[in-house]
Structures are given as C-alpha cells and as structure tokens.
T-cell receptor, first 111, second 112 residues
Framework: GENVEQHPSTLSVQEGDSAVIKCTYSDSASNYFPWYKQELGKGPQLIIDIRSNVGEKKDQRIAVTLNKTAKHFSLHITETQPEDSAVYFCAAGGGSYIPTFGRGTSLIVHP | KAGVTQTPRYLIKTRGQQVTLSCSPISGHRSVSWYQQTPGQGLQFLFEYFSETQRNKGNFPGRFSGRQFSNSRSEMNVSTLELGDSALYLC???????????FGPGTRLTVL
C-alpha cells in the first residue's frame, strides 16, 4: 500500500516568514495530493490540492509543488500570519483508493 | 451549502460498552469515509461507504463496523470498547468519482 512521510513534525516561524512542509510518497500510481489544515477542536479542512498532471499550483499565499519523478510534494506558505498556526496534513491517493495521510506538521507562527 | 455534520460531538463511555456515531454528509455527496485520529497514529482510515455499500476497508478489528442509509447518512459502531479506542473519529464526504474529501468536526470519544 501507499506510504506517506511528512517532515518536519513541528515548524516554528516568525510572522512574515515563509514555511515549507515536505512529503514523500511510495506508490507511483498515486495521482492526487491534497493538503489539509486542522485547527484545534476542528476537523481537517482542505486548503489546496494538486494532481499528477500539474507541477505547481498557487492560491494566494499558499502553493504546492509536485515532483513525480522523485515522488515528493511540498506545501509553501508565504508571509505567514498567526492565524496560519495549525496542524497541516499531506495525503496521497487517487483512482479508486482512499488517500493515505502523513503524520502531520504542527506549524507555529510567532507574532 | 451545509458542511458535514457529526453527532454527538463528545462522548464518554466505559470499557466494554458499545457506541454509535452518526455522520450526515454534504448534500449530494454519496461517499462517506470514516477515520480515527489519535496523537500516536495520526489519521487512520476505517472504512468508506458508497451507495449503502462498503467500498473500502482499513485495517481495524471487526469491533468497528459501519453502515450507510439511502439518504447517504452514515453511522459507525464500536462494540466492546477498549481504552485504546479513545480518539477523535472523523467523517468525510465526497462526490461520487471525485477525490476531494470534506471533513466534519469529529466526535471525541473517551473510554474510561
């Protein structure tokens, strides 16, 4: 089955800095890579996703890049704000199977 | 459009009891998946239902079961509760044939 590794487990940045979270996956058949943000007491919220026919996707301050050859994908958050503080999860999946999730990254943005 | 709703939000049970959790998907979504989230294991997939049929199943014991009704609402049941079943149980819904999943707020289950 699919195996997803996510790093780092904790990331602490100053407000205004950029944050990068990286994930690797094992199954070359995976073609859908979502990112979720989970705030305390809430369920994960889909913030951006990318499919394997695209190398990069942007939405305002967040972007995701995908390297299919190396089987890794990353989440980039620019100009971080305190409200970006949360746990971020990557996942890999697609086709008829359920995404496999990474273990999560706790992002702390210091004002 | 209303999001995914889960009831109850919090639940306290004792070992050996059973529990039933409920999930109402986004209107029009026919796929419902259940996950267990714990600090140690992260998000673990339990099962997925589509059109009242279990389509995918994770690696959990038979004490964990679920079902889906004709209106796409889903329930999961855990029998003979163990301390290790304490977790946040998340439900996610998606459109048929589409990968994007939308999560509910979860049910926090505590087993004493």
């Amino acid at each position: 089955g699919e195996n997803v590794e996510q790093h780092p487990s904790t990331l602490s940045v100053q407000e205004g800095d950029s944050a990068v979270i990286k994930c690797t996956y094992s199954d070359s058949a995976s073609n859908y890579f979502p990112w979720y943000k989970q705030e305390l007491g809430k369920g994960p919220q889909l913030i951006i996703d990318i499919r394997s026919n695209v190398g990069e996707k942007k939405d305002q301050r967040i972007a995701v890049t995908l390297n299919k050859t190396a089987k890794h994908f990353s989440l980039h958050i620019t100009e971080t704000q305190p409200e970006d503080s949360a746990v971020y999860f990557c996942a890999a999946g697609g086709g008829s199977y359920i995404p496999t999730f990474g273990r999560g990254t706790s992002l702390i943005v210091h004002p | 459009k209303a999001g995914v709703t889960q009831t109850p939000r919090y639940l306290i049970k004792t070992r050996g009891q059973q529990v039933t959790l409920s999930c109402s998907p986004i209107s029009g979504h026919r796929s419902v998946s259940w996950y267990q989230q714990t600090p140690g294991q992260g998000l673990q997939f339990l099962f997925e239902y589509f059109s009242e049929t279990q389509r995918n199943k994770g690696n959990f014991p038979g004490r964990f079961s679920g079902r889906q009704f004709s209106n796409s609402r889903s329930e999961m049941n855990v029998s003979t509760l163990e301390l290790g079943d304490s977790a946040l149980y998340l439900c996610a819904s998606s459109l048929a044939g589409v990968n994007e999943q939308f999560f509910g707020p979860g049910t926090r289950l505590t087993v004493l």
